[in-house]
T-cell receptor, first 114, second 112 residues
Framework: NAGVTQTPKFRILKIGQSMTLQCAQD?????MYWYRQDPGMGLKLIYY???????DKGEVPNGYNVSRSTTEDFPLRLELAAPSQTSVYFC?????????????FGQGTRLTVV | RKEVEQDPGPFNVPEGATVAFNCTYS??????FFWYRQDCRKEPKLLMS???SGNEDGRFTAQLNRASQYISLLIRDSKLSDSATYLC?????????????FGQGTRLTINP
């Protein structure tokens, strides 16, 4: 049981490049979230999904896209990278079908846009 | 007004001291509250859930005050290993979907 797995751990992008941050969970959780964390700040919600085929915008969705074709995977896409997207990105999942609403996080992706 | 607000600190306290953090939330529909711990350059991990009137786990006590919409975290007999950032989290059912809203985090350093 690996929990939540994020790849890559680190990435440097040039302005205008695109990339996909991968997130996979093997706990059969229905809810999945993408957050970004800027230095010295809390986590801001980018996008979330309540189940396969359903996604919705969070607090800071501009510049990002997501898809949820399976329960396990929730990739985050950056189409035209900008310096403002330099941040640490965390994926999380929660099982809201049970009584335990603990959020499990991936180890994060440190993205630098230059 | 931010949905979840915390004093960012930093708090610097000597080992063995008692330290308390407060957190306020603005969404009265929030039902569940949590404290997460985040070590430097690591992912957040659940420290404690806070339900109804609060709960205790060893040296850690979390309290919830629904009337004033704040939660608190008390750490007794602090250890060097308690140094971390503590994130206050509130959840709320919005438009049929449950979201977790994180505070900015409070940075704590325990000094020997």
């Amino acid at each position: 049981n690996a929990g939540v797995t994020q790849t890559p751990k680190f990435r440097i992008l040039k302005i205008g490049q695109s990339m996909t941050l991968q997130c996979a969970q093997d706990m059969n959780h229905n809810y999945m979230y993408w957050y970004r964390q800027d230095p010295g700040m809390g986590l801001k919600l980018i996008y979330y999904s309540v189940g396969a085929g359903i996604t919705d915008k969070g607090e800071v969705p501009n510049g990002y896209n997501v898809s949820r074709s399976t329960t396990e995977d929730f990739p985050l896409r950056l189409e035209l990278a900008a310096p403002s997207q330099t941040s640490v990105y965390f994926c999380a999942s929660i099982d809201l079908a049970g009584t335990n609403t603990e959020a499990f996080f991936g180890q994060g992706t440190r993205l630098t846009v230059v | 007004r931010k949905e979840v607000e915390q004093d960012p600190g930093p708090f610097n306290v000597p080992e063995g001291a008692t330290v308390a953090f407060n957190c306020t939330y603005s969404n009265s529909a929030s039902q569940s509250f949590f404290w997460y711990r985040q070590d430097c350059r690591k992912e957040p991990k659940l420290l404690m859930s806070v339900y109804s009137s609060g709960n205790e786990d060893g040296r850690f006590t979390a309290q919830l005050n629904r009337a004033s919409q704040y939660i608190s975290l008390l750490i007794r007999d602090s250890k060097l290993s308690d140094s971390a950032t503590y994130l206050c989290v509130a959840d709320a059912l919005i438009q049929g979907a449950q979201k977790l809203v994180f505070g900015q985090g409070t940075r704590l350093t325990i000094n020997p």
